[in-house]
C-alpha cells in the first residue's frame, strides 16, 4: 500500500479559525456520542497554533482540550500536536501527527488524517456539508487507504461551547 500523502503547501493564516467535525473515525479520547464538536485555531505569541477543541459530550456537559500544533515542514501540511499541559510538552514521544490530505481552495472543507492511518476527520467551516462534498473528500480517504468502517458522524445541535458554559461546566 502507498504512504499517505498530505497536500503539497498548506497557508496557515487561511486555516486559522472555527472548524466543525463532520465525520471521523473513533478516538480513545473523545464520546462517540459527543455533539457539536469544534476545533479553532489561532496563533500562540510564540508562532505556534493553538489548538481548541470542544464538544458536549454524551451527558451534554461541555469539554475542552487545549493543544499546541506545530508545522514539521515548509509545506505546512505536516503538523504535530500535543495535548499534554503546557509544563508536559518537553517530554519526548508525546505528539500526534495531524496532516492535512485535502483542503479545497476557498479553505472551507479539510480532510485530516495520520500516517498510520489511525485517526481521520472531515472538517468544514460550517457545521452541515453538502452530501457530495463529503462523499468526495471520503474517496480521498479511501483511495489513501483509510478503513471507513466505523466512521461516527456527529450530531450538530446548534450549540457552540462556549466560555461561560466550560466555567460553568
Known sequence: MSEVTAIESLDLNRYLGRWYEIVRLPLKYEDDAATDITATYSL?????????????????????????????DTSNAKLKVNFLPAALRWLPFTDGDYWVLKIDPEYKVALVGTPDRKFLWVLARDSTIPESTLEDYLAEARRQGFDLTNLIRPQHTGLEVSDAMLETG
Not at 505569541?45 to 506545530?70: F, T
Open 44 to 72: 500562540n505569541s510564540n508562532g505556534k497554533i493553538r489548538v481548541d477543541n470542544r464538544c458536549l459530550d454524551n451527558n451534554d456537559r461541555p469539554k475542552q482540550a487545549v493543544g499546541e500544533a506545530e508545522p514539521v
